[in-house]
């Protein structure tokens, strides 16, 4: 078990810059997914702490003991490769018992271990075919299990489960997060899939083109986006952002959307006039906007465009001003296009903004 | 496979499997010419039109393993008291030459056959070896200048070997690799190599590099992985690529019958040397080239599995 550190960790492929002074800091036992749509740097800098990606710049430490510079043999970190890579020409047991045989471990030891990783992943009945022989729920597990066999410092997963159809996705997620809590060790997990960061994490690190975005509980990345890419890249449905001019009329504070006012508390102008920002954009996730069929204090009247039924909820789009804003409503809730509804802002739900740098103003209302 | 259904497409099957039984007939023509003359007495073997029923008899082949020389005018053959395999092939006016104290000579066949047997086999060996390495070198590692480097490599291959034929064997002389093993072995691994090369380097492309990085992180060097992970996998291409390298350093005959004459000359040169001592004997001929057709064939059966999944290698998706 071990903690591992990355300490301005730098990739260059030619005159690429994949990994941008990217430091983070994986605790003992720690489950980390490192989350970001493809090409953001998250694979290679998993690679690079295993070793089988050389780093251009900084460090890399295990357990404190800088590794940058060792092979990935020499350390001692399992890696599940999201194609499994079973070696087809062995058996699910040799497989699973080919990184004991890089020690001289003893035959009798070897049987042992394979035996006990086997069933704790469930695979005993399986041991004698060969990879091509298995489905590909059932190849992964083998792939964890081979990952899992010589207790590792860490265990690493390049989107272990991501070539798996949903449903077989969903199960071993939950095999996943089981496996984690029994074995506890320092893991960490790539994948562009939100669901199964938020679900697998106890931290998730958000990447995009090279750089750490946020590094946050699931709920911290949720709740309090650090920018306007966390923001839209967590969540589905996607959260409503718009351009946002606040405005001091009448004693009221309202915020205009797409030209539309929504009637804000006034804490908010003496808490933006503070941070001296230039443009503002708002940010509101569809269960933030708030409708009903009658008038309620701050509500406008809006128009419905749109209505995507998901099932348990609705996805509403209103027309509001000259764009739409999406709104989560119970299912059946909007009856139809052009069907007028009251709509208003949960303003405690409201992510505030700089436009030009994207950074969240970090105001809390509520 | 697809149900032939329409008029049009069940002709057009029968005119590709008439194809086929005619392209067989072609190239299986002269192998069966081989095995029946191989066994034809001498007198049958170049009748016209051609006997296809007779006797067989091994006459051939005992011609073929014992050293023969013309009678001369005067010569007589104590034919009584030769041995069975003496007097039948005492015909023609040969005889089987026998040292003052009776013994049979063998002829220069067995040798040569072994001689084909050693260089061909060493030098497969070699190229294939050397093949896999450097395909493994280009297809996994950044090479400077990668393209220009397997260009050149495939260049060798350009220029017909025979063009270099005199210089090589003055340079061969001027070294003392003339008619030696090594010199044969040498020449032909340097032929095959560039192609086991291209075709080795197709065959290792295709094997994901993860299998290797995986072993890498299990705790395994470059080296292990490459015995333990890559060499099975490219196993299938392995085989197709020396079936093809032995089958090239086997059939070789215009180097072997410049740079060798004795002791490390190969079979082909040899057995068409036996047309010019005396009256051809189409049989001697045909039984040499028998046996000489049988180690290829008996390699390529033995890698036939391989082979198909060679051939078929790329064309299916795994």
């Not at chain 1, 809590?181 to 090279?210: K, R």
């Not at chain 1, 001019?245 to 804000?264: M, N, T």
């Not at chain 2, 069966?32 to 003359?37: Q, S």
């Not at chain 2, 393993?65 to 030769?82: C, G, H, I, M, W």
């Amino acid at each position: 078990m071990a903690e591992i550190r990355l300490e301005n960790v730098q990739k260059y492929f030619g005159a690429v810059h994949v990994i941008r002074e990217v430091s983070l800091t994986v605790k003992d036992r720690e489950f980390c997914v490192l989350l970001g749509p493809s090409g953001c740097g998250k694979t290679t800098t998993l690679r690079a702490i295993a070793g089988l990606e050389e780093v251009s710049e900084g460090r890399i430490l295990i357990n404190g003991k800088p590794v940058q510079n060792l092979h990935a043999s020499d350390r001692d970190i399992a890696f599940v490769f999201q194609l499994y890579a079973l070696y087809p020409h062995l058996t699910v047991f040799e497989n699973l018992a080919f990184p004991l045989r890089a020690t001289r471990i003893p035959d009798a030891e070897v049987r042992k271990s394979v035996t006990s990783v086997a069933e704790s992943i469930g695979i005993t009945h399986l041991l004698k075919l060969r990879p091509g022989a298995l489905s590909g729920g059932d190849m992964q597990r083998v792939a964890i299990g081979r990952a899992l066999v010589r207790r590792p410092k860490a265990l690493l997963m390049d989107e272990p489960i991501g070539a798996l159809d949903a449903k077989l996705r969903e199960q071993m997620r939950t095999e996943l997060k089981r496996l984690h809590l029994e074995n506890g060790s320092t893991s960490i997990y790539v994948t562009h899939d939100q669901v199964e960061a938020m679900s697998l994490a106890d931290t998730v690190v958000v990447m995009h083109d090279g750089v750490l975005q946020q590094v946050g509980s699931p709920s911290d990345v949720y709740l309090r986006p650090a920018n306007l890419f966390v923001a839209q890249f967590i969540g589905s449905p996607v959260m409503n952002i718009a351009d946002a001019q606040l405005r001091d009329e009448a004693g009221k504070a309202s915020v205009l959307v797409h030209g539309a006012a929504f009637e804000v508390p006034r804490e908010v102008l003496a808490a933006v006039s503070s941070r001296q920002v230039k443009d503002m954009a708002l940010g509101i996730r569809p269960e933030g906007v708030l409708i009903s069929h009658e008038e309620t204090a701050g509500a406008r009247s809006v128009s419905v465009h749109l209505i995507q039924p998901y099932g348990p909820f609705d996805i509403v789009d209103l027309n509001v001003g000259s764009q739409t804003l999406r709104a989560r409503t119970p299912s059946g809730f909007a009856s139809g296009k052009g069907q007028q509804v009251w709509a208003r802002l949960d303003t405690t739900q409201a992510h505030f903004f700089d436009k030009s740098s994207g950074v969240s103003l970090g105001l809390r209302l509520g | 496979m697809a149900t032939v259904t329409s008029y049009g497409q069940r002709l057009g099957n029968r005119v590709a499997v008439g194809m086929i039984i005619l392209a067989l007939i072609v190239f299986l023509a002269p192998i069966a010419w081989i095995g029946a003359t191989a066994f034809k007495p001498r007198n049958l073997a170049t009748t016209v039109p051609p006997t296809i029923f007779f006797a067989p008899e091994v006459s051939p082949f005992v011609k073929l393993f014992t050293k023969r020389v013309q009678l001369k005018p005067n010569e007589k053959v104590d034919y009584e008291s030769a041995p069975w395999w003496e007097r039948i092939v005492l015909d023609g006016g040969e005889r089987i030459s026998r040292t003052g104290r009776g013994e049979v000579q063998l002829s220069g066949y067995p040798s040569r056959f072994l001689n084909s047997l050693i260089v061909a086999i060493t030098s497969t060996f070699l190229a294939v070896a050397m093949g896999t390495i450097t395909a493994y070198g280009f297809s996994r590692f950044k090479v400077k200048g990668e393209a220009d480097w397997l260009f050149f490599i495939l260049s060798t291959r350009m220029l017909p070997p025979v063009v270099v034929a005199i210089p090589m064997f003055l340079m061969y002389r001027a070294v003392g690799l003339n008619d030696t093993h090594l010199g044969l072995i040498i020449l032909y691994t340097a032929f095959n190599v560039s192609f086991a090369v291209w075709l080795m380097k197709g065959f290792i492309d295709e094997i994901p590099r993860e299998y290797e990085e995986a072993a890498l992180v299990d705790g395994y060097t470059r080296m292990e992985a490459f015995f333990k992970i890559v060499l099975p996998e490219a196993a299938t291409g392995i085989a197709a690529t020396a079936v093809f390298c032995f089958i090239t350093a086997w059939n070789e005959y215009a180097f072997a019958l410049i740079m060798t004459n004795r002791r490390a000359q190969t079979a082909p040169p040899f057995i068409p040397s036996q047309v010019g001592s005396g009256l051809p004997d189409w049989t001697v001929i045909a039984s040499g080239t028998a046996l000489f057709l049988l180690p290829v064939a008996i390699f390529t059966f033995l890698l036939r599995n391989h082979l198909l999944r060679g051939m078929s290698f790329g064309a299916i998706r795994k």
